[in-house]
């Protein structure tokens, strides 16, 4: 009898790790900083008389918040997260997705990565049908079989195995890194499988948005620093599929390329080990090379200004907590404490409200509420949220 009963609490505990994947063995449990602690009081602050953040993006950054506040130890119950969910309620959908008029992956995406970190018996059907819902709008799936030119997706199309803003919808809308990798964290996060289909169709896509030996995409051509574009928009000026968000660069030869950078290299990062890929994968290893020759929080390495910088530190902070070591090797070979230096950064650009905001007006980051959600999530990735 003392026998079954221990395999069965064996049974349980394996069941609960195989259910909550975990990354970055290094990390460690750490107390709420009062840089986090006055982050969460101004969002809950902000909170608007509808439950929402910024209620005008949809369901996507009150998700965030409400996230965010989960992961601080409030519950389901707690009248901030409460009047949140009453609103991300308003916008699920017949389909299984939760999304407004526009950004329909991103919205469905957050919310399931939101809905993840709450009690699973009762979200265990939401979860199961956004899920579903994400994976049929995956490119190539059922819902995105054709491109917006009515070709076929299959393996051998740049645009397979991604997601975009608008998802399949009857034909693919152009995918890319920044919708995929919301929505592999958000699968892996809820139960998903790194061995499941999506999750490794998935991996085809962003192996191909990097600048890496062995990626036979023709914008990644004597590419190999290891950082990532943005997607693989058809380009009209370069006659390929290629896009990135930074300015291009010229190459040995001087001919026109494009540019590698950061936040969206910090989400390749993260996508790779939440897809199960190892430290010792050329993949890996490339893009921590690159990770260690442009290491730094003062801008978005390659974007030339600070366009998406809390984007950045957002990516910066969850692909590091991923990678799970405690120091990069910058390029003068010098081991740097990401975490310690991440904390001082957002401890120094903190509003005296407890906000964070960016003056360069693009992605919305002018916002406080968005970039302050933004940091505060990635600060609770530093103490193994």
């Known amino acids: 009898m003392k026998s079954r009963l221990v395999a069965a609490s064996l049974a349980l505990v394996m069941a609960a790790a195989l259910a909550a994947p975990v990354f970055g063995q290094n990390k460690t449990e750490r107390p709420q900083s009062e840089t986090e602690r006055k982050g969460l009081d101004f969002l809950i602050a ?11 993006t949809g369901p996507a950054v009150t998700a965030m918040v409400v996230r965010a506040l989960v992961q601080s130890g409030k519950t389901v119950d707690d009248p901030a997260v409460k009047k949140g969910l009453e609103f991300i309620e308003t916008f699920k959908k017949d389909d299984g997705g939760y999304y407004g008029d526009s950004f329909v992956t991103y919205s469905s995406a957050i919310v399931l990565g939101t809905f993840a970190k709450l009690p699973r018996e009762q979200y265990k059907e939401r ?6 819902f994400l994976k049929s709008i995956q490119s190539g799936a059922s819902g995105s079989a054709k491109d917006d030119k009515d070709k076929t997706v299959d393996k051998t199309h740049p645009w397979f195995g991604g997601w975009g803003y608008a998802g399949g919808m009857g034909k693919a809308k152009r995918p890319d890194l920044s919708n995929t990798h919301f929505v592999v964290e958000a699968l892996i996060d809820s139960g998903t499988p790194a061995s499941d289909p999506a999750i490794q169709n998935a991996l085809i896509y962003i192996s191909r948005c990097q600048a890496v030996e ?3 995409q023709p914008w990644a051509k004597g590419q190999t620093n290891g950082g990532f574009i943005y997607s693989l928009r058809w380009n009209d000026k370069m006659n390929m599929y290629g896009e990135s968000f930074a300015p291009n660069s010229k190459d040995r030869d001087g001919n026109e390329v494009l ?4 936040s969206i290299t910090y989400a390749g990062l993260k ?6 890929l190892k430290k010792d994968d050329p993949r890996v290893k490339a893009v921590i090379r690159w990770v260690g020759n442009n290491f730094t929080l003062e801008t978005n390495p390659g974007m030339g200004n600070d366009q998406g910088l809390y984007y950045y530190y957002h990516t910066f902070a969850k692909g590091l907590a991923a990678y799970g070591e405690d120091h990069i090797t910058d390029q003068k070979g010098v081991k740097r404490d990401w975490r310690a230096e ?4 957002m401890k ?3 509003a005296a409200d407890g906000s964070w905001v960016n003056a360069t007006d693009r992605w919305m980051e002018t916002n406080p509420v968005l970039a302050t959600a933004y940091v505060v999530l990635g600060l609770q990735e530093l103490r193994g949220k």
């Open 46 to 56: 902000k909170q608007e008389p509808n439950g929402a953040w910024i209620s005008q």
């Open 127 to 132: 979860i199961d049908k956004l899920s579903t």
């Open 214 to 216: 062995g990626n036979d």
């Open 259 to 262: 540019t590698t950078y950061g």
């Open 271 to 276: 996508s790779y080990i939440y897809a199960d």
């Open 342 to 345: 991440y904390e001082a950064e």
């Open 348 to 350: 120094k650009r903190q």
